[in-house]
């Protein structure tokens, strides 16, 4: 609970999900933009082309 009080998280607020564009660069992924914005996220995936991939990222919520 403490750690919780210290980043300002409410214990009834739900987690927040983060988007993560990346782009394929053989052998790997890179990432290039980390955001919590939908729209966002599409719009550059759209911008940067070929061998992209958006992935949702949502924590699972403190169980207690």
Not at 23 to 35: C, I, K
């Amino acid at each position: 609970m403490r750690r919780l009080e210290c980043q300002g998280v409410a214990m009834s607020e739900q987690p927040e999900t983060t988007y993560v564009v990346s782009v394929y660069e053989a052998p790997n992924w890179r990432t290039v933009l980390t955001t919590n914005d939908k729209a966002k996220a599409l719009a550059w995936a759209r911008e940067i082309g070929d061998n992209v991939r958006v992935e949702e990222i949502t924590p699972k919520p403190i169980k207690r």
